[in-house]
């Protein structure tokens, strides 16, 4: 079982980026998905969350009204859609997937990279100022 994560790059502070994470291997459709970031020297923070049908989300306040998660089952992918981007979103971004579960229940689970047990390699974005 895989997870790849795409799409990340450079780009100016305002910009956007649409990040993709295709799982192969087995199908995500049950799972509950995520996109968490680590940036140098600090450690994997959340960043946005969706069930299994996408019709439930979660977001980090820094990810509000500038970050879209969502995901198309039929390609086994997710994707994140990051407009208005900031210096301070630098980081690679890793997709992750809650085999446990597919409802978003406890945010608290939701938010904590230890509830995740698929993880992709990671996708490195990069906001100039």
């Known amino acids: 079982v895989q997870l790849l994560a795409s799409g990340g790059g450079l780009v100016q502070a305002g910009g956007s980026l649409r990040l993709s994470c295709a799982a192969s291997g087995r199908t995500i459709s049950r799972c509950v998905m995520a996109w968490f970031r680590q940036a140098p020297g600090k450690e994997r923070e959340f960043v946005a969350a969706?069930?299994?049908?996408?019709?439930?989300?979660r977001y980090a306040d820094s990810a509000k009204g500038r970050f879209t998660i969502s995901r198309d089952n039929a390609k086994n992918t997710v994707y994140l859609q990051m407009n208005s981007l900031k210096p301070e979103d630098t980081a690679v971004y890793y997709c992750?997937?809650?085999?446990?579960?597919?409802?978003?229940?406890?945010?608290?689970?939701?938010?904590?990279?230890?509830?995740?047990?698929?993880w992709g390699q990671g996708t490195l974005v990069t906001v100039s100022s």
């Open positions: 969706v069930s299994w049908g996408g019709g439930n989300t």
């Open positions: 992750a997937a809650d085999t446990g579960t597919g409802a978003i229940v406890s945010s608290r689970r939701t938010s904590t990279p230890s509830s995740y047990d698929l």
